[in-house]
């Protein structure tokens, strides 16, 4: 058995946008996955099915599995010829013990890589509005570990550090943060030195103490902090109240999990991200094609025969086509027939493949498409409807109208339950830590309930594309928000209006 490889891959501090390129393509080919506590959410959601997850669950004071251990899991998942990823929060090498980890597979001769991440100490307080640099203030940063072991005293020349007159960055150091700003201050440092603490930054539970070096402890026990946060000290932190930004997006602070398709996600999550909501993408669904069926063969051989042909997904273009393409056919064989669609996406992918839609309906829904469409087709029109295998019957109910209609509903691909293997969704809601499911069909409303079976659904506020998946979520006693028309961009606009209702206590 050939060798494998190891990629020690930085994950970054929270935000999944901070992820890297390579880092992402890296995670996409793994085979094993081996992550800490601190890898954020939307990075864990990326990781591919089937892959094998170890949880190592790394945070202060509290470790699944002690360091020598994951040292030699490395090792053996290598030795058994995988290609292992070692995600870790933040930068493999910035306290991240990615030294520690290289010695065993170097001794060994494991092939490895290091993708370095986006770091806690910049990045955090960037998005805090907190430079770490400038030359008006200080023109050097240093990064000190704030974490030692219980009964014991810091070993940190904390004179050298004020000399420095730079920017002081302690991480790990919460436990420890009167010690260290009492050793500053008997360092030499001016006791009214600005001095913060940055708690989970770069996320939605981003929070920001500002105070002195001399009162930070007393405004954290007033105010109240949770981890991980980073300490920063220097005249930059004054600087917070003028260049904050992150906290003026209008989704700031707001937890949005995504349940769309995998292929379909991005788009909503990266419109959600821009409006600064912390994005989850947690398919509740997958779609599997159904290349061929005797259905399909039948409607395919008579294609010429059908007025109409009706795409209710984006979806179901895609897999239309690829049908098509794999038979040999192109669109000189729809030369004969109109399309309806059932909204402006499905009208976009019907575009991409060169063909113009000759209906949408007013509203994008299946049941409208039916109703609105009925009264233009012909006595004895030929309607093909290939579509998801499990989809709603309001459409053909609604074409049933049109006096000796033939209907071929022929399901071209089927639709998938799937739950998450590294994030506990019924917790998260449990717990407070998601504030809105975002929901764009009853499929996805159905695929997350089956994966989250037995959860209490009265804590999920659902957002809904339409009243069709409204419906859906409030038959599990979800509290529904509907979009004014079915587009991502009304999605948008609904969670913005609901989350300042929230924000505003109304």
Known sequence: MSVGKVWLVGAGPSDVGLFTLKGKKVLEQAEVVVYDALVGHGVLSMIPKGVKLIDVGKRAGNHTLPQWRINEVLLEEAQAGKRVVRLKGGDPFMFGRGGEELELLSANNIPYEVVPGVTSPLSVPAYNGIPVTHRDYCSSLHIITGHKKKGETYDTDFEALVRTKGTLVFMMGVSALEDICNGLIRGGMDKDMPAAILQKGTSARQKRIVATVSTLKAEVDRQGIETPAIIVVGKVCALADEFYWYEKLPLYGCRVLVTRPRELASKMSDALREKGAEVVELPAIRTEPIMESAEIN?????????????????????????????????????????????????????????????????????????????????????????????????????????????????????????????????????????????????????????????????TVEAICIGRQTADAAASYGMKTHVADKARIEHVIDKTVEVFNKKKEGK
């Open 298 to 458: 039948k409607a395919l051989a008579n294609l010429d025969s059908y007025q109409w042909i009706g795409f209710t997904s984006q979806i179901g273009v895609r897999v239309f086509f690829d049908i098509l393409k794999e038979r040999k056919m192109d669109i000189r064989s729809l030369a004969g027939c109109k399309f309806a669609v059932i909204g402006a996406a499905t009208k976009k992918a019907l575009e991409e493949r060169g063909l113009f839609a000759d209906f949408i309906p007013s509203v994008y829904d299946g049941e409208t498409l039916g109703r609105e469409l009925a009264p233009i087709c012909n006595s004895g029109d030929k309607i093909l409807l290939p579509r998801a295998k499990m989809g709603g019957k309001e459409i053909v109910e609604e074409l049933k109208q049109i006096p000796d209609v033939q209907i071929d509903d022929v399901p071209i691909y089927d639709t998938l339950y799937e739950k998450s293997e590294v994030i506990d969704e019924a917790a998260q809601f449990a717990n407070g830590n998601i504030d809105y499911a975002v929901f764009t069909s009853a499929s996805t409303v159905h695929g997350f309930a089956k994966a989250v079976a037995g959860m209490d659904f009265t």
